[in-house]
């Protein structure tokens, strides 16, 4: 499963940003999606996944009120739109694709990432004045 992020930056303090991720080769309505992140010297977290069917989304404690991911199947996209931004969520930001949305939500909500069946390369965001 290849991907492609897109959407990172520089924000200031209290902004927003929309990443997105698209696929390629890949049909993604076939996969749950979510988003991941790693800050410099930091390990890997979950942010937000989406079930195949979009009816079903997980956020982790920390974005929750501030993050919104969704699908477009039509255009072959996640998103994640990122509102009030701050210096902690500065970060290389991955998508990631799963049959399984457990297996996804596992990784956002309980911290085991697992080996998914397909990650996009990073958009870097960066949160600062």
């Known amino acids: 499963v290849q991907l492609q992020a897109s959407g990172g930056g520089l924000v200031q303090p209290g902004g927003s940003l929309r990443l997105s991720c698209v696929g390629s080769?890949?049909?993604?309505?076939?996969?749950?999606l979510g988003w991941f992140r790693q800050a410099p010297g930091k390990v890997r977290q979950g942010v937000a996944c989406?079930?195949?069917?979009?009816?079903?989304?997980f956020y982790r404690d920390s974005v929750k009120g501030r993050f919104t991911i969704s699908r477009d199947d039509a255009k072959n996209t996640v998103y994640l739109q990122m509102n009030y931004l701050n210096a902690q969520d500065t970060a290389v930001y991955y998508c990631?694709?799963?049959?399984?949305?457990?297996?996804?939500?596992?990784?956002?909500?309980?911290?085991?990432?697992?080996?998914?069946?397909?990650w996009g390369q990073g958009t870097l965001v960066t949160v600062s004045s």
């Open positions: 989406i079930s195949r069917d979009g009816e079903a989304t």
């Open positions: 080769g890949v049909n993604l309505e076939d996969y749950a």
């Open positions: 990631a694709a799963d049959s399984s949305t457990q297996a996804l939500r596992v990784g956002v909500q309980d911290g085991a990432i697992l080996n998914y069946d397909g």
